[in-house]
């Protein structure tokens, strides 16, 4: 079994051949190279694009079709995803009203009574 590298970030995803981030579950499309140094320049290259990136290179087995052994990550949420859970999560959330939205409510209602007169 030969060794391979492939590029790993700080949230447990792959680096694909297509330079996305992807969970692993499919090693088919992973990025990988026999070569370290290879490895060391594009997570530079990457971390160029990402300040916020922390990833490193990974070396692995690879398996009897030459697909690196690693485990699957973590599920990727997609930004849209992520807002969505977060809404779903604020609905059972009941808001209590807070001053200034009373104070607005007075307001509305003596212009109102204003109006009237």
Known sequence: ??????????????????????????????????????????????????????????ECETDETAHPKVEAGPPIMSQHEDLLGDAENNIDQPTEPTQEDSESDISATDKDENLIL
């Open 1 to 58: 079994m030969a060794t391979v590298f492939v590029i790993q970030n700080q949230h447990g995803h792959y680096l694909s051949k297509q330079l996305e981030w992807v969970d692993g579950r499919d090693k088919r499309v992973l990025y990988r190279t026999v070569h370290r140094d290879e490895a060391i320049n594009v997570v530079f290259e990457q971390s160029s694009k990402n300040i916020e990136l922390r990833a490193h290179p990974l």
